[in-house]
């Protein structure tokens, strides 16, 4: 079974700096997708970011990109400029594509980011 | 406006009586899921659909029951059965059950009083 690990349950970082949030996960697949959502004080889950693992290059999306080592197994979010805006838990998530039961997320605990103004 | 509505957006539930969390989504998927989050925890998988009168459970689907009976439609049941009910309750859909992304609902907060 995959796990996804998100080490840091708290970080905050100062609006208009940069602020890198960490996560593992375990798996012994090679063809799977990342993501990160985010979930602000309204609860709505929302994508910042997806990474096929079959690619190479870093996925990135406006002020939010990833660095993918899938080596390593980590899939850093970093956020540039941070803006108030970006206060909330994120999450990081792991999906194996299953031909016949369908495709599942994994998702790790969190981290709750405040961006100070 | 397409998009993913849940309905209500707080329950609340007397010990011992079944309640009905409502999904609708009208952006033509054929995928949809159901999550339960607990404080400090990640999302964690209850049921999920395919397709249309197709259903599968997830990692944690005791006291829970779906029906899919329509492509917009996924309604989640949580029966007597379930021990801890009071969670937050997200509904999700994607466009297919392969590697598309999800997208999901804002969610539905049950309190068993």
């Known amino acids: 079974a995959q796990t996804v690990t998100q080490s840091q349950p708290e970080m905050s970082v100062q609006e208009a700096e940069t602020v890198t949030l960490s996560c593992t996960y375990d798996?012994?697949?090679?063809?799977?997708?990342l993501f990160w959502y985010k979930q602000p004080p309204s609860r709505q889950m929302i994508l910042v970011i997806r990474?096929?693992?079959?690619?190479?290059q870093n996925a990135t999306e406006n002020r939010f990109s990833v660095n993918f080592q899938k080596a390593a197994k980590s899939f850093s979010l970093k956020i540039s400029d941070s803006q108030l805006g970006d206060t909330a838990m994120y999450f990081c998530?792991?999906?194996?594509?299953?031909?016949?039961?369908?495709?599942?997320?994994?998702f790790g605990e969190g981290t709750q980011l405040t961006v100070n103004p | 406006d397409g998009g993913i509505t849940q309905s209500p957006k707080y329950l609340f539930r007397k010990e011992g009586q079944n309640v009905t969390l409502s999904c609708e989504q009208n952006?033509?998927?054929?995928?949809m899921y159901w999550y339960r989050q607990d404080p400090g925890q990640g999302l964690r998988l209850i049921y999920y659909?395919?397709?249309?009168?197709?259903?599968q459970k997830g990692d944690i689907a005791e006291g829970y029951s779906v029906s899919r009976e329509k492509k917009e439609s996924f309604p989640l049941t949580v029966t007597s059965a379930q021990k801890n009910p009071t969670a937050f309750y997200l509904c999700?859909?994607?466009?297919?059950?392969?590697?598309?992304?999800?997208?999901f609902g804002p969610g539905t907060r049950l309190t068993v009083l």
């Open positions: 999700a859909s994607s466009i297919d059950a392969g590697i598309s992304t999800q997208y």
């Open positions: 998530a792991f999906m194996k594509p299953r031909e016949t039961s369908g495709s599942r997320l994994t």
């Open positions: 990474q096929e693992a079959y690619k190479q």
């Open positions: 952006l033509n998927h054929d995928a």
């Open positions: 798996t012994s697949e090679n063809n799977y997708y």
């Open positions: 659909s395919q397709i249309v009168n197709d259903f």
